[in-house]
């Protein structure tokens, strides 16, 4: 596989995820820079948004494993992970896997589990391991949590832990659509079946294991010319500084964001990145890290027109 197929690659994607979501390019496209730079996405919005939809959908546009889980106030850690069980046919325990032993993860409605349950993905996000009675378990190269929330304002949820937002790579702010589009959803959906299974089952795996381990390859080949690292840093740093911000994004956040630059260029193929993948990708990767101060707050400042700010502020590499 080369550059050129690799778009045809990911527009085969995009197009199969189009079967079942309408309206939502941007957020489709992201989510494919996520899955190219093995990162994890987090997509929030307000009910009826098609969220589920979208993680469903570009599970099954891949061959690859999914899994569920729909978090609730009662959900365990054991819930998530899984647990070693005593076999009385073997008189030994056994372990039983929990869902996060899968390859594209959706964690629905996140932020209606507490803060206890939410942490027991902090180690399988950042090292794809998970720990059981210490015994390590790998949980593969593509594994991929896709998770959604509800606005944190709704009733019923919890704010994730700072830990935990750290290790998305992008958040996605969903929002309703335009018109047009919701007129091609509606109309969409008034010439098909109302069995939502069979709504669902037009969705097809177009993309193999094989060739998502190539694509992989080719944005590993990806290299960031000493000028796009600079502009991520002085990016970086410039939320540490910047007044309407009580704490600024993390060395590993920075690193995130070179990731997603990678893939980016690769998806649009090309073989080096360029300052525009960084200014496109900056917000959603750090939406969700930043803190901010208790004036901007006030104010009713958002996360995205501050870091709106923050590109306009710092000089792109020519």
């Given at each position: 596989?080369?550059?050129?197929?690799?778009?045809?690659?990911?527009?085969?994607?995009?197009?199969?995820?189009?079967?079942?979501?309408?309206?939502?390019?941007?957020?489709?496209?992201?989510?494919?820079?996520?899955?190219?730079?093995?990162?994890?996405?987090?997509?929030?919005?307000?009910p009826?948004?098609?969220?589920?939809?979208?993680?469903?959908?570009?599970?099954?546009?891949?061959?690859?494993?999914?899994?569920?889980?729909?978090?609730?106030?009662?959900?365990?850690?054991?819930?998530?992970?899984?647990?070693?069980?005593?076999?009385?046919?073997?008189?030994?325990?056994?372990?039983?896997?929990?869902?996060?032993?899968?390859?594209?993860?959706?964690?629905?409605?996140?932020?209606?589990?507490?803060?206890?349950?939410?942490?027991?993905?902090?180690?399988?996000?950042?090292?794809?391991?998970?720990?059981i009675?210490?015994?390590?378990?790998?949980?593969?190269?593509?594994?991929?949590?896709?998770?959604?929330?509800?606005?944190?304002e709704?009733?019923?949820?919890?704010?994730?832990?700072?830990?935990?937002l750290?290790?998305?790579?992008?958040?996605?702010?969903?929002?309703?659509?335009?018109?047009?589009?919701?007129?091609?959803?509606?109309?969409?959906?008034?010439?098909?079946?109302?069995?939502?299974?069979?709504?669902?089952?037009?969705?097809?795996?177009?993309?193999?294991?094989?060739?998502?381990?190539?694509?992989?390859?080719?944005?590993?080949?990806?290299?960031?010319?000493?000028?796009?690292i600079?502009?991520?840093?002085?990016?970086a740093?410039?939320?540490?500084?910047?007044?309407?911000?009580?704490?600024?994004?993390?060395?590993?956040?920075?690193?995130?964001?070179?990731?997603?630059?990678?893939?980016?260029?690769?998806?649009?193929?090309?073989?080096?990145?360029?300052?525009?993948?960084?200014?496109?990708?900056?917000?959603?990767?750090?939406?969700?890290?930043?803190?901010?101060?208790?004036?901007?707050?006030?104010?009713?400042?958002t996360?995205?027109?501050?870091?709106?700010?923050?590109?306009?502020?710092?000089?792109?590499?020519?």
């Amino acid at each position: 596989m080369n550059l050129e197929s690799l778009r045809a690659t990911a527009d085969r994607i995009r197009s199969e995820i189009g079967k079942a979501v309408h309206g939502q390019d941007r957020a489709v496209g992201l989510l494919l820079v996520s899955l190219f730079a093995r990162g994890h996405c987090l997509i929030e919005g307000p009910p009826g948004t098609a969220k589920t939809l979208l993680a469903q959908s570009l599970a099954a546009a891949l061959h690859l494993d999914f899994g569920r889980i729909q978090f609730t106030p009662d959900l365990m850690p054991g819930d998530v992970l899984g647990a070693n069980i005593f076999d009385f046919s073997s008189n030994a325990f056994r372990l039983t896997k929990g869902p996060v032993f899968t390859e594209i993860l959706l964690g629905d409605e996140i932020n209606r589990a507490p803060p206890k349950t939410q942490a027991a993905l902090l180690q399988a996000m950042q090292e794809r391991v998970v720990t059981i009675d210490g015994t390590d378990y790998r949980l593969g190269r593509n594994f991929m949590v896709v998770a959604t929330q509800n606005p944190i304002e709704h009733q019923g949820t919890y704010p994730l832990p700072e830990a935990q937002l750290d290790r998305f790579l992008f958040k996605l702010d969903i929002t309703f659509p335009d018109s047009q589009a919701e007129f091609e959803i509606l109309r969409r959906n008034a010439g098909q079946s109302l069995d939502h299974e069979a709504r669902g089952a037009q969705v097809q795996p177009v993309v193999s294991r094989t060739e998502i381990d190539e694509v992989c390859s080719l944005v590993d080949n990806i290299r960031l010319d000493d000028t796009i690292i600079g502009y991520v840093l002085a990016l970086a740093q410039a939320t540490r500084s910047d007044p309407d911000i009580q704490f600024g994004v993390s060395t590993r956040a920075a690193d995130a964001l070179c990731s997603a630059v990678r893939a980016s260029a690769a998806l649009e193929g090309r073989d080096y990145a360029i300052p525009d993948d960084v200014k496109a990708l900056f917000t959603p990767a750090m939406r969700h890290r930043i803190v901010l101060s208790p004036g901007a707050d006030l104010e009713g400042r958002t996360p995205d027109e501050i870091l709106a700010n923050i590109i306009d502020q710092i000089e792109a590499p020519r």
